[in-house]
């Protein structure tokens, strides 16, 4: 008798660590995924704004699971599940019949019924997002640098992030030191000091999931870093000019989104029951039906009668439960589930390259002291040797030195090639 | 007085040891380029092929000119000369007037008048050209794992180098190491090292530019890597299906271009001479009128009755000439000009991870102490003593292990940001 057939749907955090616990076990396991690598999404924003280059933050996703031959990846776009008829669906490919069914499709960002503001206000989700604000932050500067008119400058170097949570603080302030400590003396029309960088929140204070304290320390070393917080104030317009903030309108090239998301569609594909956010309703096993799971960014979970948050460690916690569950049914043990429980590893945010704040059941952290902290943390749980080697030598550099690795300018157009002529020098004729 | 302005088009080999010959001179310097960062391209081949990430051979080139406070860098592209009125004129931008013009705008691929096979074999001039290659092969690769037509298969697992100059024995020679060292054990449904590298040449021979013995040890070092070799074979015709060499069709998911190259069309702009290639003809002094200055790969310049070739030394040489040369006018040295000499500081060529070739006036050398020599050439001229180490350390591990650190496809589709939803399950909640 063949083996049964588990699929798993997305390469995050949850599918990967879901993935991994099944290796050498008795199912064939297919891990699907749209795109071909694993993104270590806390350090996304160190790559939105030219600190460590996009191959520093992600890994092929069938080198991390070459050695788990019972486990094959595939590039793909899941377009739908029957659950009746045990199948994924994929774009232009054959479809996938399965025994179990893990979806961890994770979220992309919303606009809360402003989808028009996107194009002006883009996020950061996934490694091109990365690469299409690290080009919008770089080409402001290079505009401003030929842009006689001081009012045109000057909106040409505000940057405006609305979101403060995490990522939006790590934006708003990698994009202070940028602009303080790694582009000064570069440009001959303006200071890059001069530029402007505000951080919008809508909620009375910035980084909610911390406590008040930590919250305050954050805003207190934004502001030493030269970034304007404006808490307790609502965006109510977004256009190319820039933003309108409550009646104020800020004039900004720049205006980047870290204010909200929403779950992948897997609640449409799947007819399965979701919240407002898209995510859909599992039990308090994590599954919708049996032998069918959701977990991750995709999923309402929760332990103990308390939502699970949107961590990384969350995620990974849940993949380990669901392939024990797995486990479990291929051994023929039939006893109940044993509920999820997430185990709470702590939270950590960082604001600038000296101050960190971290918070855990019994500990909270702020300043240099925690900086280290997430920084070893980070580089601890960072796939790969090769990969932590390179991210602690390009933060040392940059600790030191102010300089950034990785502020190149690519795709000029909207549409891929450019198809300008190439005024680049060659080295060689062929 | 003001001082007088030079201008300096391209930021390649050639414009940027110009410019860093003229820092500090009474002139005041424009750099002109149509990207923000300076390519090493004798290493582009490596980020096309996944080994090297494109931020460890480019870098901004404001930041290598930060420090001489007489230049500016502008990012812009421009559309034409006027001789007469001693102005650039850019695209969107108002117009920098020169006294003295400095034009180095490299060279682009060619095609033979087929230009229509662009479109499906890629040529590699710039970072854009290499992220487009690499997502090329690896999606290649992904196809195939899903592919149950074993013909169809094998057109995806077959990649065609045309042009056996020393970028495509380079090319040919990583895409034999990826399938022989770096993929295997990474695909179900095939073994990568069934994937077919063919390099095609039309000369009788490969590296033409070396000597016989040299280039015949390419071919047998290619040949041990299992690259199939046809040389003295003209391709006829390519289309989505693949090439004809000569009345062979070969059936190529992959097909890659290094067989021509044409200089940027600075001759269009100067409405100056030029030969079939589009160099622009320059006078021994490297000008074409008093004050204008044409240099690498854009120039088909002389020495001592020779044509210069189109290496990154001769570049470099090139742009410290015509820098002295403005110098000298700005000292009011009215003698007229010595003509340019070329100095031959030697051609390498690399073939794989242990055998190189390399000629100079009074020696050769191949095999792994032309590999070492190489090496060491390069990461010495590598620019920015990050990049020389992050370069090292990306080359000894891929040494060691077979692993490359830049294998990620971003960019699915052909135009820029992909419109499909984000399967990636997300860190964390904003």
């Known amino acids: ?36 690598y694993h993104l270590f999404q806390p350090l996304l924003y160190q790559a939105a704004t030219a600190l460590l280059s996009p191959s520093e933050i992600a890994w092929p996703i069938r080198t991390l699971l070459r050695r ?14 029957d659950r009746a008829a045990r199948v994924v669906h994929l774009e232009g490919r054959q479809s996938v019949p399965f025994d179990y069914l893990v979806v961890a499709t994770g979220a992309r960002h919303a606009y809360f019924g ?30 401003a640098e030929f842009e006689p008119d001081p009012a045109k400058r000057a909106a040409l170097l505000t940057f405006v992030i609305i979101g403060g949570g995490p990522t939006g603080v790590e934006l708003a302030g990698m994009i202070a030191e940028l602009t303080r400590r790694t582009l000064p003396g570069e440009f001959r029309a303006f200071s890059p000091q001069s530029a402007r960088v ?9 980084l909610t999931t911390f406590t008040e304290p930590l ?8 502001a030493d870093m030269g970034v304007e917080v404006l808490a307790g104030k609502a965006v109510t317009h977004i256009d ?65 009668g308390k939502p699970v948050p949107g961590l990384a460690p969350a995620a990974k916690q849940q993949g380990k439960y669901v392939a024990a569950e ?28 000296k101050a960190a704040i971290a918070e855990f059941p019994h500990l909270r952290l702020k300043g240099w002291i925690a900086w280290w902290l997430w920084g070893i943390a980070h580089i601890f749980f960072l796939i790969g040797a090769r990969n932590r080697l390179a991210v602690a030598l390009n933060w040392l550099w940059a600790h030191a030195t102010g300089g950034r690795g990785a502020r190149l300018i690519t795709r000029h157009d909207e549409h891929g090639r450019s198809d300008q002529d190439d005024l680049r020098p060659s080295h060689r004729r062929h």
């Open 1 to 36: 008798m063949p083996n049964p057939r588990t699929v798993i749907i997305g390469g995050g955090f949850a599918g990967l660590s879901c993935a991994k616990a099944l290796g050498g076990a008795p199912t064939d396991v297919t891990l699907i995924d749209q795109r071909n």
């Open 198 to 206: 505000i951080l919008v929140e809508a909620n009375a204070r910035i």
């Open 326 to 353: 797995i486990r479990r049914r291929l051994r023929g043990d039939a006893k109940p589930s044993a509920p999820f429980r997430y185990r709470n590893q702590g939270n950590l945010a960082t604001v600038s390259r």
């Open 68 to 81: 788990y031959k019972n486990i094959q990846t595939l590039l793909g776009t899941v377009v739908g599940v």
């Open 240 to 304: 190319a000019k820039g933003v309108v903030v409550g009646d104020e309108p800020i004039e900004a090239a720049t205006v980047l989104w870290a204010a909200g998301v929403q779950a992948s569609p897997a609640a449409l594909w799947l007819h399965a029951a979701s919240d407002r956010a898209g995510r859909v309703i599992v039990g308090p096993d994590l599954s919708i039906e049996a032998g069918i799971w959701v977990i991750g960014d995709t999923a309402a979970a929760q332990s103990e």
């Open 114 to 143: 402003h989808d028009d503001w996107e194009a002006f206000a883009p996020g950061l989700k996934n490694l091109d997002d990365a690469t299409d604000i690290r080009r919008k932050i770089l080409l402001a500067f290079e505009q």
């Open 215 to 222: 919250s305050d320390f954050a805003v207190r070393s934004l």
